[in-house]
Every structure is written in structure tokens, then in C-alpha cells.
């Protein structure tokens, strides 16, 4: 027992002794690794601090925190431009390089995971110029799936049966993918794709653009970075600033895309189905453009042009040029091609109108009272102007006696100088300037066009007489769309508008744009005498072809011959309206140079216009006012067309038999005033953009509209 005792006390004392010994030797162990890190973070400390941290938190050393440019709306909310959230991948060769074994796992998941050459990472980390990079651009613009899916194969999972499922070498790899990180960004996007591509506009590299509502609003589209700020503070621990973005404000605009897409459809059912005709240059038409808007408040509801493009492909020409044809062209014809497929054709290119001024010198001359509605005058055919002979349209027919109502319903030519001799030069240049021909309108879109007009000095007989028929003088679609709608709403000149309200980033309403009234052009009184006048030419004039059964409407066409005379070349129109006594709607068609033999037909403007009006009527709660028992029977080439209300053509279409002519062939006819700066296009916007007459220097008296 004792023996055994004395063994117990002996072992305890041999064990004490070892751990003591393995304890000094710990602690001693202890002792030079501290004096060792002291060591080392004394000599290198901030050196390796910051390389920790920069492979976690790179991305925060000064980082710019995008802002999103507001969103383009039509009326109802639905969105025609927006910017989404995507991601530049950004390289740290500095991180990269700053462990071999970094290398090749990084070079692999960016490749595997978002095809990024193993190359170009190889080139980065190795130039001189670029292996000390902490920041380099790897690739634009990926989405936020492609950055998640990144994330999710280079990191460890927090789920630990997750993480247990993976292999060493899997682990490594992860562990070892190092430098990459995700600068957030925002891509312009367009919903629609072409729908009013050319009022909508795009925008280019870094949220600038020249084109459309994008370029006339851009600073309001437009917002303020922020910045993330990231240092270190003096225990070498990470610090943040952080500045919020302030995003672009919103355009609410007064275009409305279920009008527009009826717009859209029938310009492109029209230059298909006249494709094949004898000009082999364009398919329907050299050009098309159809505007519709209330004349109530200048609101714009639809505007487009034919062969649109893509926004969100805006450079692609495949659609127009064959590839051999684009492949052929230098810089300055591409840039020609892209500017032809970008402007807008409503507000940019100016014309002869023909015709469709005609209310417009009636109702100058019967406000000015130079006439009154009394008055008769006689078409015997054309009238001797100085030392030249001017035809009216039904050559060598005539008209007879007609009264002012006849004058427009008949669309004489005739009686349209009578009436400009009584008005005289001073009157006629007086009310072209009052309703805003030869200078903008201020619509909200830059590049608008002013049209050329004979001065003072530069008109004559000639010239006054045929500038009453809308010959001799250019203007825009959108000038004729705001003169005619002062015409028939009572006189009152709308200033025309595509952006009805402004919101901030959460959703304000910080500016909302009604009627802007520029100027009284006419009293209520001849308002009434025009609208009266242009429901006779549709009821039994050269407007009966846009009408549509069991609405009353007012209308007038236009057929004018283009320069050089005599090359049978013509621009045929029709601007209407709707109901006739309180109009709520007016769309206005140009057919420029239709792809047929005989051009000179209106017709081809009122199918447009007619198959148009007949689908926004209802949707626009516009309600039949007159008993009929007509149906509605389109142009023969729009059977089959899908129509909003779904029904389609009777069995009898409007064919292009009725033909329509209302202008006249003339040779001597002078040409219109030339200017080599309408070619120029003015890229104003809301900043720069002079809107009246006042602004612009412009009073009553001065009627010389040339710039």
C-alpha cells in the first residue's frame, strides 16, 4: 500500500515537471511570435492592413454612385423610355497580382462565368501599364443575373451542407477568385422598341442625346451622381462617406400609345401595299407623316413618320441599306443615312402644302375684313396673273359662281386669288406671321424646321396669288397641324406641346404644362364661318373620301406640285377634324410623292387619315351625331389590317377610283424663296428654346417672316 502510494506521488511529480517545461515552451512560443507581428506590423502593418481590406472592400475606396435618368411616359403611364440596373466588371490587378495563386482560378470563373478571354485578363495583369491597376473595365453593362450567378460560383455558401458538399480543390478555387468586383450602372432601355421612335428619341453613351424628347429634355431627364467615399481613418479601419444620387426627374407626355399604334399600322400597311409601285427608290412613299392632336390645348397625341427604327438599336441601318450598301459607304454617308433615319419629318422638313392653307386665307381674310361671308366669286377656269396664266384645278372646267363655303369645298384655286387681291401683300404677310409660318411653333422637340415665305419685298402678284392655295411658300406639318387648329377652335393659337407634366424621383408632380395660348388669331365668329366651311368639303367636297358614317367632321385636302415644275411630282394631304362643331380631335396626313402613276389624288392622304379616326373615335369617347346607314368601308389595301375594335371591310372598299385633284399642274408657277440654312438642323432643347413671337422679337405689325 505504501509502495503504491510512493509510485503515485512519484508520477505526479514527473508529469508536473513536463508541464511545466511544455508550458515555458509555449509561452516563450507565445513571446517571439508577438515580438514577431510587433515586428512586422511596425515595418509593413499599413502595407498589409490595406491589402486586406482593398481584396474585401475595393469597390469603396471612392466609388461614383450612378444616378437613373427619369423615365419617358406616355399619358396613361405606360413607359416608352427607362433606365435599368446593370454592371461594368471591374479587374484589381493590384489584388490580383498580389498572390500567384489568384491568377489562374480568377481567369477561369471569368471566363466560365461571363465569357470574358482569358487573354485579355492576362494582358491586364502583366502590361506595365496596367498590373498595378486597381481598376480596370473588364466588360459594360452585364445584367443583375449574370453578376448573381458570378457571385454565387466564386463565393463560399453561408448554408454549411452547402459548403460541406464542396470540394477542397472547389474551395480553393473559390477562395483564390480575388480582384473582381461589379460598378453599378444604368442602361437606357426603350419597351416599345421603334413606336414614335422619332419623337421619343435615344440617348448615347453617358446619358446625352440630341434626338427627340431624350435630347429636348435632357438636363431635366437628367440627375446628380452620388459618391461613396471610403479611407482610412488612423487605426487604419475602414471609414464611409456616402452621398446619395439624386435621380432625373420624369416626363409625363401627352402622347398616347394606343393612338400612336394605330398611326404606326396603317403608315406601314400603306408603304407595303404600294411597295411595288413604279418608283423602285422607296416603297409607299418618298415620305409619310401623320400627326394627331387635340386642338383644344395643342396636347399631341400621336405623331410618326414612316420606316421607323429601332431605339434601342439606333445605329442599325439593315432595315433601309442592304449590307453591301452600308458596307460601301464612308463616314460622312453614314452619318447622312443615320441623320435622314433620325430626324422627324413632322416638325423638320418643310414643303409647298397646297390646299390644306386655304381655310387658313379665309379666315385671314374674313377677320382682317377683307372679305365677308357674303361674298360670291366667279371660277372661269384660272386667272391671268400679271404676264402668266394660272390654272384651278378642274382646268378647263370651272366652278362658276361659288360662295366663300363653295371656294372651300370645292377647293378653288380661283376664288382663292380673288380673295388675295382684296387682301393684299400687307394683310397676307400679316396673318401668315400671326399664325406662327415662317417662324416655330416651340413645340418641345429640337430640330424643328421655320419654312421659307416671300417678304415684302419679294411678293408680288404671282406670288400672293398662288401663296392663298399654299403655293410658293414652305412649312412644317406641325406649323399647318397649330394654324388650322386656331382655325377651328375659336381662334385661340396653342402653343403645340408633347410634355403635359414633369415628376421628381418619388413620383411629384413638380410642373404641369396645360394649353399654353401664344395669341387670339381670330374670332369665335369666323371660327365658326371655317368649321362650317370645312364640314362642306367633307360632306360634298374633295374631303368626302375621309369620311366616316354617322360623325360630323370638318376637312380640307391638299395637292401640291413639288419643284421643278412639270416633273409630275406631288405632295398630297388632308387635315380633318372632329366632332364639327366642338372639335376634339384633328389629324393631319402627308403623302409625299405617293408610289403610284398619277400622284396628284389627295385620296391617298384621306385613306390614312380616314382609316386612323375610324378606331380612335370610339377610344377616344368620341360618339356618332348624325343618323346614317352607311357602313364604314376602308381603302381596298387596308382590308385585313388588324383594327383596334377588331371588325374589317365590308365587301365594297374605297378603291382608288375617286380620285381626287385640288391643286393644279402649272409650270410658270413661281418656286418658293430659297435658304441655304433650312437645311441646318438646330438642336435647341428646353434650355435654349425660344417659344413666341415676343420672345423671338416678333410683334403684330411686323409681318416679314423671313429669318
Known sequence: ??????????????????????????????????????????????????????????????????????????????????????????LDCQVVNSNEDYKEPTKQALSEYL???????????????????????????????????????????????????LSKEEISRRNNTQGVWFEEDYKRTYPLNELACNVIG???????????????YNSTLNGTDGRKIGYFNDDASLEQNIIDPVNGNSLVTTLDVNIQSVVDKYIEAF?????????????????????????????????????????????????????????????????DALYKMWRNYCITDAYEPGSVVKPITVASALESGSITEEDTFVCDGGEQVADRYINC??????????????????????????I???????????????????????????????????????????????????????????????????????GTYYQPHLVKEIRDQDSNTIKSISGNVLKEVISQEVSADIRKYMGMSIENGTSQTAKIPGYS????????????????????????????????????????EPNVEEQA????????????????????????????????????????????DESVNGEDGNGPSGVVIDGTENPDMPEPPQDDAEEELDHNDAQSDGITNEDAGFDDEDYNGEE
Open 1 to 90: 500500500m505504501n509502495k503504491q502510494e510512493s509510485k503515485k506521488r512519484k508520477m505526479t511529480g514527473t508529469m508536473k515537471k513536463k508541464l511545466a517545461g511544455l508550458f515555458v515552451l509555449i509561452l516563450l512560443a507565445l513571446v517571439f511570435l508577438v515580438i514577431g507581428i510587433t515586428i512586422i506590423n511596425a515595418k509593413s502593418g499599413d502595407k498589409y492592413t490595406k491589402q486586406v481590406l482593398a481584396q474585401s472592400q475595393q469597390q469603396y475606396d471612392s466609388t461614383t454612385i450612378p444616378y437613373k435618368r427619369g423615365d419617358i411616359l406616355d399619358r396613361s403611364g405606360n413607359i416608352l423610355a427607362t433606365s435599368i440596373k446593370v454592371y461594368n466588371v471591374i
Open 115 to 165: 465569357g470574358i478571354d482569358g487573354d485579355t485578363v492576362e494582358e491586364l495583369l502583366t502590361s506595365e501599364e496596367t498590373k498595378e491597376s486597381p481598376y480596370q473595365i473588364l466588360k459594360k453593362q452585364i445584367s443583375m443575373d449574370e453578376k448573381k450567378n458570378f457571385e454565387k460560383m466564386t463565393e463560399i455558401p453561408a448554408d454549411e451542407e452547402e459548403a460541406k458538399a
Open 202 to 216: 435615344f440617348t448615347y453613351s453617358g446619358n446625352t442625346a440630341d434626338w427627340g424628347l431624350e435630347g429636348y
Open 271 to 335: 408603304m407595303e401595299n404600294l411597295k411595288d409601285g413604279p418608283n423602285t427608290d422607296y416603297r409607299g412613299a418618298k415620305n409619310i407623316g401623320v400627326i394627331v392632336a387635340n386642338p383644344q390645348n395643342g396636347e399631341i397625341l400621336a405623331m410618326g413618320s414612316n420606316d421607323p427604327y429601332d431605339l434601342n438599336k439606333p445605329r442599325d441601318l439593315t432595315a433601309r441599306y442592304s449590307d453591301d450598301e452600308i458596307k460601301a459607304m464612308n463616314d460622312d454617308q453614314t452619318k
Open 393 to 418: 384645278a378642274v382646268y378647263p372646267d370651272t366652278h362658276g359662281t361659288e360662295t366663300v363655303g363653295e371656294a372651300i369645298q370645292n377647293s378653288c384655286n380661283d376664288a382663292l386669288m380673288a
Open 420 to 490: 388675295g387681291r382684296k387682301m393684299g401683300r400687307e394683310t397676307m404677310l400679316s396673318y401668315q406671321d400671326k399664325f406662327n409660318f415662317g417662324t416655330r411653333t416651340g413645340i418641345d422637340l429640337p430640330g424643328e424646321g421655320t419654312g421659307i415665305l416671300f417678304s415684302l419685298d419679294n411678293m408680288f402678284d404671282t406670288e400672293l396669288a398662288t401663296t392663298t392655295f399654299g403655293q410658293g411658300f414652305t412649312c412644317t406639318m406641325i406649323q399647318e397641324i397649330a394654324a388650322i387648329s386656331a382655325c377651328i377652335n375659336g
Open 553 to 592: 367632321m370638318g376637312g380640307k385636302t391638299g395637292t401640291a406640285e413639288k419643284v421643278p415644275r412639270g416633273n409630275h411630282k406631288y405632295l398630297v394631304s388632308f387635315v380633318g377634324f372632329a366632332p364639327l362643331d366642338n372639335p376634339q380631335v384633328v389629324i393631319y396626313v402627308v403623302v409625299d
Open 601 to 644: 389624288s389627295s385620296t391617298y392622304a384621306q385613306y390614312i387619315a380616314q382609316a386612323v379616326l375610324s378606331e380612335i373615335f370610339p377610344y377616344l369617347n368620341i360618339y356618332p351625331d348624325q343618323e346614317t346607314d352607311q357602313k364604314l368601308q376602308l381603302w381596298d389595301e387596308f382590308t385585313g389590317t388588324t383594327r383596334m
